[in-house]
């Protein structure tokens, strides 16, 4: 299912609510008149004193050193050309984004109303005093090489030009591992180059930094291949010529054993017979996009000792600028760098080179759904979503700067400066991407029980867009069909079934054998279990209890009761599970942070509290997290001797007897979990002191309930949940009211972990079932 964006949707995600992508958010209490009076006059005329005597205090007294501008003129806007500042402005929001997620970099993105290359320079070098560096973005060339080296040799701060640079740093990176399982010297391979923009010109002077010799390029533009003497040739072009006796060479008769092709041009002009002419282990990086120069498939078609590269994120080896930016950015402004320099960009390209040779974190492997991810022909740069390139790329910038003299300041513990890199994220904060990969490497078919509502209904589509599953829709066909005509919904990928409709009455009955088989001496009698199967979740159950669908989502618009009941009469708890149990995933700036028990068990007994917390150990280990949990109570190690403390501490015991590796610790204040000072002075021996709580075990579900909402609600956390713990196959319940949001976030839920369940490819049977052969009936 290949991914796509429908224009309405984008539109709508950039509209609502607060317009655009970004906001400005106070780092500083600002609550009472003594705060704004700190903030503002008359307190504020303090550190300007500082900075007036000392302008580097600057870096001290305001938020500069991890600021910086993404300034464009919208000249050159992705694949839209010069469709000018304000244009441009979603895009410079979306940098931002990047910088934030990526490497904590703020962002102010500046859209300047001007095409004059020596007043644009103007303007962005009054800007200095503001940013700790500027990434320049989207200027055509050749004007984007002038403004860069202007404004460069006129700043004191990190200046880099993204469209340039980043490209030629990931690529580079990328060349070096594919020269090496090539057997090849680059000194002594022949490239041909098709396109001669910014990015090109950048790649081939990094490639010559690295060792490779000027005269073993050929360069072509649109216009044909790059020859002394040829008229209308750009001045930036001229050093890039060959001798004219090769004016007549068209691509395919350049590429006649060649050992390297960079594509930075336009789709499918490289043909398999291209490739297959080329010398012996050939290194090809078809970097178009949206459509390379010559596909994956076409290219290993040509040639089994091919490596390829490309743009895309659907194939291997994406040479893909989110590798570079943000940790290039951070590793010079942590030494507030002057420059960035050829050898910052160098140390840039050898850390990536050196990080794809390094053993893959689970975590990376659990994103693509490879058993193990290792360095060869598949894998010849980091994949995006490696937690360890802030980490390696940033402190090799940074040491990079400090050697060719242009930082300001030295970082002397290099340890503790990983650390700290490390924690301004949290390595596991990367989870909510990570699990929408993982659940797309092995999509599941899920039903939607409560498809007659338009929130089920888009998050559908959403389901389809992404990839990560087959929808099943239940519910009166008619209505299903209205609701989406009104909301726009897609229903082609999408099969609708009425449990209710005579068309399924054989597989009512069949359905209800079943369930009168399981229920005959548990109070059901015949009729009820024929009556039942009208029912959307006692129907959908079945389906996902025998194979017809994987995983089932509902409970938007009926209580949680009544959603879990069915699912437990027809599917049951995995094996040697007695309660099952509600979880919630919260995202937080601490990293993720899993509660329980959230919606099922009232009061739970110790023994209960136990297998509560022994099952959500389970599901966090399947998102490659090791669980770090806190058992909550109003007591502090046996400081009260309640009840209700007994309960927990008791828990505690029997998980610690079962589990005795499982770093659990209890009962214990909410408060304390989290603060490592008091525990390490008051409490040195409990495991909890050692590495940050993930999970939250709440003595009743009063307390865990009350907690995720606060968090939710008033802390601002995003969630997922409440994901149902315990269950043989996945069923999870909605919360009333869930957002679209909300509702595809459990699906990815769903998908992970039917895929745990059932590592079958379903693809092949999606294609076969006859659900999906059966299309919608036209509206009436």
């Known amino acids: 299912m290949a991914k796509q964006i429908r224009k309405q949707e984008a539109l709508e995600y950039h509209a609502k609510g607060r317009p655009g992508k970004i906001e400005v958010i106070p780092s500083k209490e600002a609550k009472t008149q003594r705060d704004l009076s700190l903030a503002y006059?008359?307190?504020?005329?303090?550190p300007c004193n500082e900075i007036a005597a000392n302008k580097e205090d600057v870096y001290k007294y305001t938020a500069k050193g991890n600021?910086?501008?993404?300034?464009?003129?919208?000249?050159?806007?992705?694949?839209?050309?010069?469709?000018?500042?304000?244009?441009?402005?979603?895009?410079?929001?979306?940098?931002?984004?990047?910088?934030?997620?990526?490497?904590?970099?703020?962002?102010?993105?500046?859209?300047?109303?001007?095409?004059?290359?020596?007043?644009?320079?103007?303007?962005?070098?009054?800007?200095?005093?503001?940013?700790?560096?500027?990434?320049?973005?989207?200027?055509?060339?050749?004007?984007?090489?002038?403004?860069?080296?202007?404004?460069?040799?006129?700043?004191?701060?990190?200046?880099?030009?993204?469209?340039?640079?980043?490209?030629a740093i990931i690529s580079a990176a990328a060349?070096?591992?594919?020269?090496?399982?090539?057997?090849?010297?680059?000194?002594?391979?022949?490239f041909v180059v098709n396109g001669a923009g910014a990015a090109a010109m950048a790649c081939i002077k990094l490639y010559e930094s690295l060792g490779a010799k000027p005269s073993n390029f050929v360069m072509f533009d649109k216009k044909g291949i790059l020859f002394k003497g040829r008229p209308d040739i750009e001045e930036y072009k001229l050093k890039f010529c060959v001798d004219a006796k090769y004016k007549d060479y068209d691509l395919g008769k350049a590429l006649k054993d060649a050992d390297v092709f960079l594509g930075l041009s336009v789709g499918n002009v490289v043909t398999e017979e291209m490739v297959k002419s080329m010398a012996k282990n050939p290194i090809v990086f078809a970097m178009a996009n949206p459509d390379p120069e010559i596909t994956y498939d076409k290219a290993l078609n040509a040639r089994k000792d091919v490596i390829m590269a490309t743009g895309r994120s659907d194939y291997p080896n994406q040479v893909n600028n989110v590798l570079g930016f943000p940790y290039i950015f951070r590793g010079a402004l942590d030494v507030?760098?002057?420059?960035?320099?050829?050898?910052?960009?160098?140390?840039?390209?050898?850390?990536?080179?050196?990080?794809?040779?390094?053993?893959?974190?689970?975590?990376?492997?659990?994103?693509?759904?490879?058993?193990?991810?290792s360095f060869g022909p598949t894998y010849i740069i980091p994949k995006p979503f490696d937690p360890r390139l802030l980490s390696t790329v940033a402190p090799a910038v940074a040491k990079a700067a400090i050697e060719s003299?242009?930082?300001?300041?030295?970082?002397?513990?290099?340890?503790?400066?990983?650390?700290?890199?490390?924690?301004?994220?949290?390595?596991?904060?990367?989870?909510?991407?990570?699990?929408?990969?993982?659940?797309?490497?092995?999509?599941?078919?899920?039903?939607f029980a409560d498809a007659e509502n338009a929130k089920i209904l888009k998050a559908a589509q959403m389901v389809v867009e992404e990839g990560i599953g087959y929808p099943i829709l239940l519910g009166n066909e008619n209505k299903i069909k209205k609701i989406a005509e009104e909301n726009a919904v897609d229903l082609d990928d999408m099969p609708i079934i009425d449990p209710k409709s005579d068309e399924h009455e054989e597989l009512r009955k069949e359905f209800s054998e079943l369930f009168f088989e399981k229920r005959q001496r548990k109070g059901i009698n015949k009729y009820e279990a024929l009556k039942a199967m009208k029912d959307r979740?006692?129907?959908?159950?079945?389906?996902?209890?025998?194979?017809?669908?994987?995983?089932?989502?509902?409970?938007?618009?009926?209580?949680?009761?009544?959603?879990?009941?069915?699912?437990?009469?027809?599917?049951?708890?995995?094996?040697?599970?007695?309660?099952?149990?509600?979880?919630?995933?919260?995202?937080?700036?601490?990293?993720?942070?899993?509660?329980?028990?959230?919606?099922?068990n009232f009061n739970p007994t110790a023994e209960e509290l136990a297998e509560i917390t022994m099952l959500v150990a389970k599901e966090v280990r399947q998102f490659n997290i090791v669980p770090k949990i806190a058992m909550l109570s109003y007591s502090n190690f046996g400081s009260s001797n309640s009840p209700e403390a007994n309960t927990v501490r008791a828990a505690r015991e029997i998980v610690k007897k079962k589990n005795p590796n499982?770093?659990?610790?209890?009962?214990?204040?909410?408060?304390?979990?989290?603060?490592?000072?008091?525990l390490k002075e008051n409490y040195p021996f409990t495991e909890l002191v050692n590495g940050e709580v993930n999970v939250l075990i709440f003595p009743n579900l009063a307390a865990g309930n009350l907690a995720y909402n606060l968090l939710q609600e008033v802390g601002g956390a995003d969630s997922i949940g409440p994901i149902l713990l315990g269950m043989k196959k996945p069923v999870h319940v909605l919360q009333l009211g869930s957002s679209i949001r909300s509702i595809f976030n459990m699906v990815v839920i769903a998908v992970v972990d039917a895929q745990a369940k059932n590592k079958v490819n379903v693809q092949e049977v999606v294609k076969r079932s006859k659900w999906w052969r059966r299309k919608p009936k036209p509206t009436s």
């Open 41 to 46: 006059s008359p307190g504020v005329a303090e």
């Open 175 to 190: 060349l070096l591992n594919a020269l090496e399982i090539q057997k090849k010297k680059i000194d002594k391979v022949r």
């Open 662 to 678: 499982l770093i659990c610790d209890g009962e214990i204040q909410g408060i304390l979990a989290f603060n490592k000072e008091i």
């Open 537 to 600: 979740n006692h129907f959908g159950c079945m389906m996902v209890e025998t194979g017809e669908a994987d995983c089932m989502i509902s409970g938007l618009s009926r209580n949680y009761p009544d959603t879990i009941r069915p699912a437990l009469h027809i599917i049951g708890t995995e094996d040697g599970v007695k309660k099952i149990a509600g979880m919630y995933l919260l995202f937080t700036k601490r990293g993720p942070l899993f509660l329980a028990d959230t919606t099922v």
């Open 405 to 447: 003299g242009v930082a300001r300041i030295k970082i002397t513990d290099w340890e503790a400066y990983e650390i700290e890199l490390n924690k301004r994220l949290g390595l596991d904060n990367q989870l909510s991407r990570i699990l929408s990969n993982k659940a797309k490497s092995n999509p599941k078919r899920v039903i």
């Open 336 to 373: 507030r760098a002057k420059h960035i320099n050829e050898e910052m960009k160098l140390a840039a390209v050898k850390a990536l080179a050196e990080l794809a040779k390094t053993p893959v974190p689970d975590i990376v492997n659990l994103a693509y759904n490879e058993k193990t991810i």
């Open 67 to 167: 600021l910086v501008g993404v300034i464009t003129n919208g000249t050159a806007v992705l694949g839209l050309g010069n469709i000018g500042p304000e244009a441009s402005k979603p895009v410079m929001e979306g940098k931002g984004v990047l910088f934030k997620i990526f490497a904590d970099i703020d962002v102010f993105d500046i859209e300047i109303n001007e095409t004059d290359p020596k007043k644009f320079v103007e303007i962005v070098k009054s800007l200095e005093p503001t940013f700790g560096g500027i990434n320049l973005e989207d200027i055509k060339a050749p004007e984007c090489f002038y403004i860069e080296q202007e404004l460069k040799a006129q700043c004191n701060i990190p200046i880099m030009h993204d469209d340039q640079h980043g490209t």
